[in-house]
């Protein structure tokens, strides 16, 4: 279940640090997770299929709420790919986000963390995280 919430973990840590994202807009542009807190923010607990994956309190805006606060669809994309500083790299699409939330997580419950893609019920192996790149690519 998600619930509405403000993302109040401290997150001064890494609140400047960037994440271009690309696609969305003509050029490209930086975020960073303290821009991302201020967006509509969710709630979620999700449970990873591994124990790597663990259990997260997820917290931060939907995929989607980024997509709209620049004006734009996420129907309007074919993919969107996730960068990590670990060299780990993950694709979703439709098949994805228009049956999961997509959540751009900036803590794990009101513990701080650099940003981390969740989508709860769907496979952990496709959450990120120490995300660094957001790429959207236009449907043709």
Do not use: H, M
């Amino acid at each position: 279940l998600l619930a509405l919430c403000a993302c109040r973990a401290d997150i001064s840590s890494y609140a400047d640090t960037p994440i271009t994202v690309v696609g969305l807009t003509e050029e490209p542009f930086t975020i960073t997770p303290g821009e991302l807190a201020q967006l509509d923010c969710v709630s979620a607990t999700a449970r990873g299929n591994s124990d790597k994956a663990g259990t997260v309190q997820a917290r931060g805006p939907l995929l989607r709420t980024l997509a709209e606060s620049r004006g734009r669809s996420l129907d309007e994309f074919y993919y969107v790919r996730f960068s990590a500083s670990d060299n780990y790299d993950v694709t979703i699409n439709a098949l994805v986000w228009d049956v999961y939330d997509v959540i751009l997580s900036v803590s794990n419950g009101s513990t701080a963390r650099p940003l981390r893609v969740v989508i709860p019920g769907y496979d952990s192996g496709k959450w990120v995280r120490l995300v660094t790149e957001i790429r959207f690519v236009a449907a043709e």
